[in-house]
């Protein structure tokens, strides 16, 4: 049952005041393909009138982020005219694609006010055939997701991508993909089946938990061996879990500040487009 290969605990990577841990890529761990690079932002207390978040107008070419907000907010805006505002609980899904300007910050509302911050940010390959596909951005409120619940209701899932007990996941993936957002009261549990040789990405947001009868303290993540048929998880605190899988690509990956791409040519092609212009202007 114990098919877990490593745990990695994430690195302290504070970005300006933002309070930031970084699980992947690490000196341990490059990549889950196609799982590329995971931060987790906060959790922190933010004083009235901050600056907010950090993350002002870049681009990106050639993968995808999921944003999962637990407290505070982010105002998106991007190149090819995408806007939102999504609170706690709520989720963002942008593909970057052909290649797209956004930036990530903090309301006027939050930054005149302050209040508790908590999100990460997953990047998520593309394959080749999709890398230059049209850019996409569609952000979700926490009541616009599907949520189901196990064990007596002490386990709760937002369904993202994919399907999970008959729950149908609030985004169409650009490829074949499973993943939910699990909350876990202690002593909750649950079992999950994974298909063959699937990648899981398994990490521990809060709490501490057993998996296949292993701790796995908040703040870690969780590379497990490819055979792995089924995960057992307890919850032995309350507990906030992030678990995805899907199929392992097998292709190129070169990866170079914004961009994800299957060649360093392709790499080299991205920032010409880009200074360009042929990823959209930023009028915001």
């Known amino acids: 049952m114990n098919n877990i290969k490593k745990i990695h605990k994430a690195e302290f990577r504070p970005i300006a005041d933002l309070v930031t841990y970084s699980p992947m890529p690490t000196q341990s761990l490059n990549h889950l393909d196609p799982f590329l690079f995971l931060n987790h932002h906060g959790h922190q207390i933010y004083p009235s009138n901050n600056q907010g978040l950090p993350f002002g107008p870049h681009p990106h070419r050639g993968m995808e982020t999921v944003t999962f907000i637990l407290e505070g907010d982010i105002t998106h805006m991007d190149s090819s005219g995408h806007q939102s505002v999504i609170g706690p609980g709520g989720v963002q899904y942008m593909t970057a694609g052909s290649g797209l300007i956004h930036a990530e910050v903090s309301s006027e509302e939050f930054k005149k006010k ?20 049209e850019p996409n951005y569609i952000g979700l409120q926490k009541d616009q997701i599907p949520t189901f619940t196990l064990n007596q209701r002490k386990t709760k899932v937002q369904q993202l991508f994919g399907e999970w007990n008959g729950a149908k996941g609030a985004f169409d993936g650009n490829f074949p993909l499973t993943m939910s957002t699990i909350h876990m009261e202690n002593g909750s549990r649950f079992e999950k089946s994974i298909p063959a040789g699937e990648q899981i990405f398994f990490y521990v947001v809060r709490g501490e938990l057993e998996v296949n009868g292993t701790e796995v303290p908040f703040r870690h993540l969780v590379e497990f061996e490819k055979n792995t048929a089924t995960i057992n998880v307890e919850a032995t605190e309350d507990t906030i879990l992030i678990l995805g899988h899907a199929a392992p690509f097998h292709e190129p990956i070169v990866a170079q500040g914004p961009f994800v791409m299957n060649s360093q040519e392709q790499i080299q092609e991205a920032y010409a487009d880009y200074r360009s212009g042929k990823f959209g202007s930023w009028t915001h």
Do not use: F, R, S, T
């Open 114 to 133: 302050g209040g508790e911050l908590e999100l990460l940010q997953l990047w998520l390959n593309l394959p080749a055939d999709k890398k230059m596909m």
